[in-house]
């Protein structure tokens, strides 16, 4: 699988806070599943699949009829867009209150997580979403280092 970003690139990246209702709406828009999700991720560069009844090919994206068409902007100056990330704040919160987190670190989590899916990462196989784990964890330990309890 072809990554984005390997080293030291930069890119940029738009992120939305929403409730559950647009969260859920989009979600059958744009992936064909009509139910609430953490972390939506529209990438400019790697289209996702949308699974039907016929389970197409991974590799392959097929568009939801009512999608509608739209284009990311695009600027020559900088580094490129990279896509959106569409968070669910009440899905956030429910996820942080079932993990017994904090918030930030939640929130943390599935920015990274949707950041990985912009550049390519998927977690369809499992060796796929063993790697996004392990990666998401790096992230996770650099934003909020472990402490070390030495009593």
Do not use: Y
């Not at 984005?4 to 690139?9: H, P, S, V």
């Not at 059958?28 to 699949?49: C, M, N, Q, Y």
């Not at 699974?51 to 739209?70: E, K, L, R």
């Not at 063993?130 to 650099?142: C, F, G, R, S, Y």
């Amino acid at each position: 699988m072809e990554v984005a970003l390997e080293g030291n690139e930069s890119g940029h990246i738009s992120i939305a806070l929403a409730d559950d209702t647009t969260v859920q709406e989009l979600n059958a828009k744009f992936r064909g599943l009509d139910e609430v999700t953490d972390v939506l991720s529209f990438s400019t560069d790697h289209p996702g699949h949308w699974q039907s009844d016929t389970d197409p090919p991974p590799d392959t994206f097929v568009q939801p009829a009512n999608a509608g068409s739209f284009t990311f902007p695009k600027s020559d100056d900088g580094p490129p867009h990279l896509g959106e990330i569409i968070i669910s704040l009440p899905q956030a919160i429910r996820q942080a209150d079932d993990k017994h987190t904090g918030l930030d670190r939640e929130l943390s989590l599935l920015i990274i997580h949707g950041t990985l899916h912009l550049v390519g990462h998927d977690h369809g196989e499992t060796a796929e979403a063993a790697l996004m784990k392990h990666k998401e964890q790096i992230a996770l330990d650099n934003l909020f280092p472990r402490r070390v309890n030495l009593s």
